[in-house]
């Protein structure tokens, strides 16, 4: 799978500096549209370090599942350019994505924790808003 990071793309980067003992995860809350029962990215997950290499991958678990759907994570190459001070550089990565029953439509929220290798946890509540095929926006 090769997946190009865009703007739209949660990234979680791990820059494999150390964390103290004492920091605790910090909580980040994130909104990602989706189609029902259509797969949708809602999250990749690397770790780059200061000399462009890739780090230890970080561990995932679903803390809290969503309560109409299912999350799945996929391991994947990135390729981004003009990264910090990296001009190129292609990195494994996992990617996770939603996919809701056939026909929910509503918010459903899911948690995840994301653990890297150097001590921090970061822990992720996201909302995915599925919508159903007549609320998608025309071109």
């Not at 370090?49 to 994947?76: E, Q």
């Not at 001009?87 to 026909?103: I, R, T």
């Amino acid at each position: 799978m090769r997946v190009i990071l865009s703007a739209s793309v949660a990234l979680s980067l791990g820059f494999g500096a150390p964390a103290l003992a004492e920091d605790a995860p910090s909580p980040v809350e994130r909104t990602v549209k989706s189609a029902s029962n259509k797969d949708t990215r809602i999250g990749v997950f690397i770790n780059v370090l200061p000399d462009c290499t890739s780090g230890p991958l970080p561990t995932i678990r679903l803390v809290n599942a969503p309560a109409s759907g299912k999350v799945i994570v996929k391991s994947a190459k990135v390729k981004a350019t003009n990264y910090k001070t990296c001009l190129a550089l292609e990195v494994p990565a996992y990617v996770a994505f939603y996919k809701s029953q056939p026909d929910f439509i509503g918010d459903d929220v899911l948690t995840i924790e994301v653990k890297y290798a150097g001590g921090r946890t970061e822990i992720q509540k996201i909302t995915v808003n599925v919508a159903g095929p007549g609320a998608q926006q025309k071109i």
